[in-house]
T-cell receptor, first 110, second 115 residues
Framework: NAGVTQTPKFQVLKTGQSMTLQCAQD?????MYWYRQDPGMGLRLIYY???????DKGEVPNGYNVSRLNKREFSLRLESAAPSQTSVYFC?????????FGPGTRLTVL | AQSVTQLDSQVPVFEEAPVELRCNYS??????LFWYVQYPNQGLQLLLK??????LVESINGFEAEFNKSQTSFHLRKPSVHISDTAEYFC?????????????FGTGTQLKVEL
């Protein structure tokens, strides 16, 4: 039982490059989330998916897109990376009240 | 909309001393309250939560938090900290709807336990 897994763990991009962050959960949870964590700002919600087939914007969605591929997987795509997107990205899943977090992806955009 | 304030960005404390990490929230509706802990280079883990019922909630490793509706607070306390408690602590609120459980986080408090 791996919980929530994220790939890759680290990534360096140049400005303008694109990439997809992958997230998978094996807990059969309906809801999944993407957050970014920046120093002194806590975690901010980028997008979430309340159930398979639905996605909604969170607090900071600009520059990102998401895909809920199936119940297990929820990916985050940066179409044209910018230095302001340098951050640590966390995926989470939940059933009812408690969210379970992955280990994070540290992304640097040069 | 909800908001969470953690006024202390860093709290240094000696081992075996008591500690309190402060959390205040703002919301026009009833909320659920959480404390998450993040150890270095790891994801967040749930420490404790208040959903309803008793306003004092406890974790398995000796932390406790009390929901105070009149003061809109949910402060985290531990009577005697250990070096292994060094981590960043995040307070969060949510309004649970049928569309998932979106969390609003505070900016975090870094607890540093010193010998």
């Amino acid at each position: 039982n791996a919980g929530v897994t994220q790939t890759p763990k680290f990534q360096v991009l140049k400005t303008g490059q694109s990439m997809t962050l992958q997230c998978a959960q094996d807990m059969n949870h309906n809801s999944m989330y993407w957050y970014r964590q920046d120093p002194g700002m806590g975690l901010r919600l980028i997008y979430y998916s309340a159930s398979e087939g639905t996605t909604d914007k969170g607090e900071v969605p600009n520059g990102y897109n998401v895909s809920r591929l199936n119940k297990r997987e929820f990916s985050l795509r940066l179409e044209s990376a910018a230095p302001s997107q340098t951050s640590v990205y966390f995926c989470a899943s939940s059933e009812l009240d408690t969210q379970y977090f992955g280990p994070g992806t540290r992304l640097t955009v040069l | 909309a909800q908001s969470v304030t953690q006024l202390d960005s860093q709290v240094p404390v000696f081992e075996e001393a008591p500690v309190e990490l402060r959390c205040n929230y703002s919301s026009s509706v009833s909320v659920y309250l959480f404390w998450y802990v993040q150890y270095p280079n790891q994801g967040l883990q749930l420490l404790l939560k208040y959903l309803s019922g008793s306003t004092l909630v406890e974790s398995i490793n000796g932390f406790e938090a009390e929901f105070n509706k009149s003061q809109t607070s949910f402060h985290l306390r531990k009577p005697s900290v250990h070096i292994s408690d060094t981590a960043e602590y995040f307070c969060a609120v949510s309004v649970f709807t049928g569309g998932g459980n979106k969390l609003t986080f505070g900016t975090g408090t870094q607890l540093k336990v010193e010998l």
